[in-house]
């Protein structure tokens, strides 16, 4: 190993579907330094509403480390831990201003709106609330997890504005 690679430095790790809990745990019981930034989020269920507290990244949570091999082993073997992203001669690290950042956004109370589930021209269907079956495109995010989606008739487009959880993305395009 040469040197410089045996700086601590927070890298991100891909976790299995749904693990980003266990593998926090894992690492954290082997004493390693985790962060896994999770936000309040508004849960429906059909009968009734609460909120609850998801990881911000889905898949991923950051892990601070030198990238010792030995201390690289037990981070990969965790249960859950698929592998550190980067190249392919070794794993990009984070910015510790960008962790700090987290941190500090994640602590406040304020809402966090990610804006990766749908890119601007996705062709998305509402499934849920008072537009239920409309077709059209996505416009963009609006906040407090509101969505714009645009529909053309006529050559002209009409715009509603829809609860993100009930909008999904049309299969098949």
Known sequence: ??????????????????????????????????????????????????????????????????????????????????????????????????IESLKIMVASEEGIETGTRFSRGDRVMVVGGPFAGVVGIFSNYKGMSRVIVNIEVLGQFASAEVNEADVEIVPGI
């Not at 936000?39 to 601070?64: E, N």
């Open 1 to 98: 190993m040469t040197q410089d690679s045996l700086i601590r430095a927070w890298y991100v790790l891909h976790t299995r579907s749904r693990f980003e809990n266990v593998v926090y745990e894992n690492l954290s019981r082997k004493s390693l330094e985790t962060f896994l930034p999770r936000i309040r989020v508004l849960s429906r269920r059909k009968d009734r509403k609460k909120f609850i507290r998801v990881p911000l990244f889905p898949g991923y949570i950051f892990v601070r480390t030198d990238l010792d091999p030995n201390e690289h082993l037990e981070i990969v073997k965790t249960v859950g831990a698929v592998r550190l992203i980067g190249t392919n001669l070794r794993p990009v690290p984070v910015p510790d201003e960008a």
